[in-house]
């Protein structure tokens, strides 16, 4: 079993910044931030190994940053120049023992 926890979700204007928060249960290899907005499917924004190794979306490159601190089992995901596309509920995810494990969500909305 694992469990993900997200925060630091909210309402932001357009050219503004927010911190995404991941709290995961166990240590695990790989963990990712994803996105749904209403009425489309769910995409990758971005992954991240325990080694640090990144991978981005392609409509957030440049703009998002991901990153993990091991000791507290935390997953960021920093987002800068926010664009009013960017709305969405984000979700974290965690593989463990070839299962998929999701979070909760947390809605970021970008609107004047």
């Known amino acids: 079993q694992l469990q993900l926890v997200e925060s630091g979700g909210g309402l932001v204007q357009p050219g503004g910044s927010l911190r995404l928060s991941c709290v995961v249960s166990?240590?695990?290899?790989?963990t990712g931030w994803y996105r749904q907005a209403p009425g489309k499917q769910r995409e990758l924004v971005a992954t991240i190994t325990r080694l640090g190794n990144t991978n981005y979306g392609d409509s957030v490159k440049g703009r998002f940053t991901i990153s993990r601190d091991n000791a507290k089992n935390t997953v960021y995901l920093q987002m800068n120049s926010l664009k009013p596309e960017d709305t969405a509920v984000y979700y974290c995810r965690g593989t463990l023992g070839g299962t998929d494990y999701w979070g909760q969500g947390t809605q970021v909305t970008v609107s004047s």
């Open positions: 166990r240590i695990i290899f790989n």
